[in-house]
């Protein structure tokens, strides 16, 4: 198991990751409008040419930073439950837009590419936040089944 200190220095690291992609938004060299067959909201934009990224994915990356880091502030224990929270969250978001991109007949690398940011992040933080815990409970449906 991860020690509490590591725990609290991760969801640190990870609020600041959050805001840095949120500060990328904003930063006119690495953004560029959204193209014209794409149906664009107010203030979307292509991240790096290949993430576009709207005003809700700056509101849901700014919180979870700000969420992040008062817990990686206050204990471990929340940091813990932020990362296990925020895991889920963009675990439940990568499907959720893998299957819409399946379901748009989207080039398949093309969809696991953009999709593949909130693949690996919700990956490590449920990794991290699971990784030795020992209370949490593993097989009981198949042992109380068997006894």
């Known amino acids: 198991m991860l020690s509490d200190r590591a725990i609290r220095l991760t969801a640190f690291v990870f609020a600041i990751l959050f805001a840095i992609v949120v500060i990328l938004g904003y930063i006119p060299s ?6 014209q067959h794409h149906a664009a909201t107010a203030g979307e934009h ?3 040419g290949r993430y576009a990224i709207s ?3 700056d509101v849901t990356h700014g919180v979870t930073a700000i969420v992040l880091l008062v817990a990686a502030l206050l204990s471990a224990r929340y940091s813990r439950l932020a990362l296990v929270a925020f895991g ?3 675990a439940c978001d990568a499907v959720f837009y893998l299957v819409h991109g399946v379901l748009q007949q989207q080039p398949v690398v093309a969809n696991l590419v953009l999709n593949l940011p909130h693949v690996v992040i919700s990956g490590i933080l449920l ?3 699971y990784y030795g815990r020992e209370d949490v409970p593993r097989g009981q449906v198949a042992s109380r089944a068997a006894g």
């Open 88 to 90: 889920w969250y963009y």
């Open 55 to 57: 005003l809700i994915d």
């Open 46 to 48: 292509m991240l790096m």
């Open 127 to 129: 990794g991290l936040a």
């Open 30 to 35: 690495l953004n560029a409008p959204v193209h």
